[in-house]
């Protein structure tokens, strides 16, 4: 099935195809009455390869040939009407326009090829992206959530950077990491935690564990024995940075490790408050060549708060200048209005900030907890 963004997308592009049209044909018509009405010494027939060439540029190989064979139709025509159609000056017109039509009609296939190719590659990441990161629910227990995912490349939808919540019996878990690198490795990466997140975090009596878990698949990744030589190199440099937290539902607080993750933000009556670790713990995948004892930390999370979990592609976009986002500065003046509008807003202004193009995939999740 195609995606009904993509299915609303070549609805918009079909009816500029057919306003365009009107273009090349007047291009004919104009050059054939006044190539007719001209003097002798005038010739206008050449200008008649624009129209193929013209339609090359936004129709296909079809539309493109039609074009061009309405345009040797006019150059016959004007042949006929100044002189005769064997000619010398008109056959050799008449034929070069048969060869450039029929060159930009093999253009226009290979264009037209190219972006059926696209289209089916975006097709195949979305799908990608509803599996790998699916999307959060917009209430779980007593909390309201929001998520937003921002691909640095404009074809991507989706890369290194990982977010997903799981329900327990008395609470909500959430995660949200960022992945060293990018392409396949990341996403293959950022797929594998998502998966050993999903399948523990219901089963994992406390965070600890689940932290242990997460440690324990990437880390097994990294011994995978079926990898080459320069794999193994390679992957002894993977590492992913996260956040694991768990939000009780009768509780007013949350806990969290954090794993060389951004420290996320607490938005409490317009203070914006980090949630700094005493001791930050190694990216996953690390902690084999760092010994390290895993800890849990408590903050206060009432009702009313919000919590901004973030990945480092907000914190590290630049402007012109080079100035990295401000994002504490940024959501202190902002009131919020819960976490829909907030995450609104936050991508407004980061991409304007950055002009439009982030340098790294950025995502982020609010949320926030409701009065009981």
Same mark, same amino acid.
């Given at each position: ?48 390869? =624009? @129209?193929?060439?013209?339609? !090359?540029?936004?129709?296909? /190989?079809?539309?493109? #040939?039609?074009?061009? *064979? +309405? ?118 990466? =950022? @797929?594998?935690?998502?998966? !050993?997140?999903?399948?523990? /975090?219901?089963?994992? #009596?406390?965070?600890? *564990? +689940? ?124 009131? !919020?209005?819960?976490?829909? /509008? ?7 202004? +980061? ?22």
């Amino acid at each position: 099935m195609v995606p009904r963004r993509l299915c609303g997308a070549h609805r918009l592009s079909w009816e500029p195809h057919h306003a365009l049209l009107a273009v090349p044909i007047a291009l004919i018509a104009l050059v054939t009455v006044v190539d007719v009405l001209a003097p002798p010494e005038v010739h206008l027939g050449p200008f008649l390869v =624009a @129209a193929p060439a013209v339609t !090359a540029s936004f129709a296909g /190989a079809r539309t493109t #040939a039609c074009v061009g *064979a +309405l345009a040797v139709l006019a150059q016959v025509v004007v042949s006929m009407a100044r002189t005769t159609l064997t000619d010398l000056n008109h056959s050799i017109q008449v034929i070069a326009l048969i060869l450039i039509s029929g060159f930009v009609t093999f253009f226009a296939h290979l264009r037209e090829r190219h972006e059926r190719e696209l289209t089916q590659l975006r097709t195949v990441a979305e799908a990608t992206q509803q599996v790998v990161l699916r999307p959060l629910p917009q209430r779980i227990g007593p909390l309201r959530i929001a998520s937003v995912y921002l691909a640095a490349e404009s074809e991507a939808q989706i890369g290194g950077d990982l977010y997903a919540a799981a329900r327990t019996a008395d609470g909500t878990r959430f995660v949200i990491g960022d992945v060293r690198g990018k392409g396949l490795e990341a996403i293959g990466d =950022a @797929a594998l935690l998502l998966g !050993a997140f999903r399948s523990a /975090a219901h089963h994992q #009596a406390g965070l600890l *564990a +689940l932290v242990s878990h997460l440690e324990g698949a990437v880390s097994s990744d990294l011994d995978d024995p079926g990898a080459s030589g320069d794999d193994i190199e390679d992957r002894g440099e993977a590492f992913i940075t996260a956040a694991v937290l768990d939000v009780p539902d009768k509780e007013p607080d949350l806990r969290l490790i954090n794993c060389g993750h951004p420290s996320p933000l607490l938005l409490r009556d317009g203070l914006v408050l980090p949630l700094d670790v005493r001791r930050r713990l190694p990216p996953l995948g690390l902690t084999e060549f760092v010994q390290c004892d895993l800890s849990v930390e408590t903050f206060a999370f009432e009702p009313g708060d919000i919590v901004l979990l973030y990945t480092d592609g907000v914190i590290e976009a630049r402007d012109r200048n080079g100035t990295f986002y401000p994002l504490e500065e940024r959501v202190s003046t902002w009131s !919020a209005k819960g976490p829909h /509008a907030l995450l609104g807003r936050l991508c407004s202004d +980061l991409l304007r900030h950055a002009g439009g193009h982030l340098g790294d995939d950025a995502a982020m999740v609010a949320i926030e907890r409701m009065p009981e």
